[in-house]
């Protein structure tokens, strides 16, 4: 599949992924989800690739691949 992804997806698809984003690192999730909080780098940040392999970014994006989940994911934070 194309990295050209956001293109591909309709808003409200791009809105629920963000969503699904926003809640990940909210005050009420990332303090406690382990997983994330392991894979931070020392800075903090954590790879695209990591958030892009969660089950529920990979069922919100099923024509996907990796590269794909991967370029939109990066495309929507700046939304954010």
Same mark, same amino acid.
């Given at each position: 599949?194309?990295?050209?992804?956001?293109?591909?997806?309709?808003?409200?698809?791009?809105?629920?992924?963000?969503?699904? *984003?926003e809640?990940? &690192?909210?005050?009420?999730?990332?303090p406690?989800?382990? &997983?994330?909080k #392991?894979?931070?780098a =020392?800075? #903090?940040? $954590?790879?695209? %690739?990591?958030? =892009? =392999? %969660?089950?529920? $970014?990979?069922?919100?994006?099923?024509?996907?691949?990796? =590269? #794909?989940?991967?370029?939109?994911? *990066?495309?929507?934070?700046?939304? %954010?």
């Amino acid at each position: 599949m194309s990295t050209d992804a956001p293109a591909e997806l309709t808003p409200e698809q791009q809105d629920s992924l963000l969503r699904q *984003l926003e809640f990940y &690192f909210c005050d009420l999730s990332f303090p406690f989800d382990e &997983f994330l909080k #392991g894979q931070a780098a =020392a800075d #903090g940040s $954590i790879r695209a %690739s990591v958030l =892009a =392999a %969660s089950p529920r $970014i990979v069922s919100l994006t099923p024509a996907l691949d990796a =590269a #794909g989940r991967e370029a939109l994911l *990066l495309s929507l934070v700046e939304r %954010s």
